[in-house]
């Protein structure tokens, strides 16, 4: 039985206010929490009735929690003296896993009943009482294994000279129309949290509703607090379905004159041309114009998105110094294997790749459950449903998830973590994009880098693969068909006014 369970690890910082303190405090002091351990500088004092107050929220803030609950969004606490300016603010900082077994002498199953007391030495006496009739017992159990955070650290990947970003990319479609309710606090508060774990790239698009100025929002908090060093940001410019016939360098550049203001930067990090019909002219023209946007100092670099392998090659050679390509790619989805591959590849430009865990049907939770039917609850189930179809049907995705159960048992990790290392390990791959809505998602999404998928999980996988039906075709081949199903859910005009 896998046993695990995961805490935050937490820092609490004494933080100053408009009002003077009283009691003695210091801004600037701090303590952290591991497991139930807590670590003070040497030396350094604090005050037990500040102590006394912070200690009851302290394990309910090691928990994951819901995106919009308060303990998620809530970090300053008031000293209490209400007298006093003081405020503690706790934030996590990491993820450390624990086991059941190693903290406790209650089985999972109920049989027994404990009753914990803390002792010396980072050590914790557990007295068991057992069935009526035998004897009681003490188990003294040492601190569990952990995994710091500095053994899940996020690589970074080189794009360009001088430009690197996260191997692991917060997403941000999950934030915009069509994905339920978005509570703004609480969006700031996870994206704040992905960023304390080493997850620094994010990325959105001037076509998510409300997302560019989200994110800018919080660029604005960290700009403001001195945190903003080592944050990077890519947006996307996707020009209107029904202007791109007559699509002009000036409409080009007022997207991205607005994304800028969206997100209170002098310039775009990364900007990703998208363009909904290829059978249009004019990718190549607007590429150049980004381009020419680069050289004016409004982008930094210039990527694509969802291009078939001819497109990328014919933008390439035009002279645009693309770094990066973004493309759908998951163990479900193998289109960008093969020539994009090889054509990114051999031009030095790294493939972003985003539904690595098709919306979360890559998971524990659609193991041995029936083929949904009806209406799924959000618009990236519905696109990724397709692509199960597409893929062989219901059958045999139950088929892969039981490969990948098994695989996640074998590395004790999850399924998700499985489907995200597998994507990592593909040629030309720089990244993944993980479109996770709240930061309680953190902890299956750093498995993924410590895992190591060996020669027997690749097989099995690829038996799998070898009974798949699709989907075929190049990269966003299948979404461009006119009246398709896929094209049937695509939004082709966010970017009126």
Not at 319 to 327: A, C, F, K, L, W
Not at 448 to 454: E, F
Request: proline letters at 4%; hydrophobic letters at 45%.
């Amino acid at each position: 039985m896998d046993d695990r369970f995961q805490l935050y690890d937490l820092r609490v910082e004494t933080v100053a206010t408009d009002r003077p303190f009283v009691c003695g405090h210091r801004a600037g002091d701090v303590f952290e929490v591991h497991g139930e351990q807590l670590i003070f500088p040497a030396g350094q004092p604090f005050s037990m009735y500040a102590l006394a107050a912070l200690l009851p929220l302290l394990p309910a803030k090691q928990r994951m929690t819901h995106g919009n609950d308060w303990m998620t969004t809530d970090t300053d606490i008031a000293c209490p003296d209400p007298h006093c300016g003081a405020r503690f603010r706790i934030t996590r900082t990491g993820v450390r896993t624990f086991r059941h077994s190693e903290v406790t002498a209650v089985p999972l199953d109920g049989e027994l009943r404990a009753v914990a007391s803390i002792g010396i030495a980072g050590q914790a006496s557990l007295r068991a009482s057992a069935p009526v009739g035998t004897p009681g017992r003490t188990v003294v159990i040492t601190a569990p294994p952990v995994v710091r955070i500095d053994e899940v650290a996020v690589p970074q990947v080189r794009l360009a000279a001088g430009y690197h970003t996260s191997q692991i990319i917060k997403g941000g479609w999950q934030l915009a129309g069509g994905h339920g309710t978005v509570a703004t606090d609480a969006a700031l508060a996870d994206m704040a949290a992905f960023v304390e774990v080493g997850i620094t790239t994010f990325d959105c698009a001037d076509i998510y509703t409300g997302v560019e100025s989200l994110i800018g929002t919080f660029l604005a908090q960290r700009r403001g607090s001195g945190r903003l060093t080592g944050v990077q940001v890519h947006t996307k410019c996707v020009p209107d379905l029904d202007a791109l016939p007559t699509l002009k360098k000036a409409d080009v550049e007022a997207l991205i004159d607005r994304s800028l203001r969206r997100l209170g930067v002098d310039r775009l990090d990364l900007v990703q041309l998208h363009w909904w019909d290829e059978r249009i002219p004019g990718a190549v023209q607007a590429a150049q114009w980004l381009h020419d946007c680069q050289r004016a100092g409004k982008i930094r670099h210039v990527g694509l998105t969802n291009f078939d392998t001819a497109h990328v090659q014919a933008i390439a050679s035009a002279g645009v110094p693309i770094v990066s390509h973004q493309v759908q790619y998951s163990v479900l989805d193998r289109r960008a294997a093969g020539t994009m591959t090889e054509a990114c590849a051999r031009r030095g430009i790294g493939l972003l790749c985003y539904g690595a865990v098709a919306g979360g049907f890559l998971s524990e939770r659609w193991l041995g459950r029936l083929e949904p039917q009806g209406d799924l609850e959000n618009r990236s189930l519905v696109k990724y449903k397709l692509i199960i179809d597409e893929f062989g049907g219901w059958a045999l995705f139950q088929r892969l998830l039981e490969v990948l159960a098994a695989i996640a048992r074998k590395h004790e990790a999850s399924v998700s973590a499985v489907a995200i290392r597998w994507v990592l390990d593909q040629p030309a791959v720089s990244g993944v994009i993980v479109g996770a809505r709240h930061a309680r998602h953190l902890p299956d999404t750093l498995q993924a880098l410590r895992l190591r998928l060996d020669a027997d999980d690749h097989a099995a996988i690829t038996a799998v693969h070898d009974a798949a039906h699709g989907p075929n075709g190049d990269v966003y081949g299948l979404e461009r068909i006119p009246a398709g199903r896929h094209a049937a859910i695509m939004c082709y005009h966010l970017n009126r006014s």
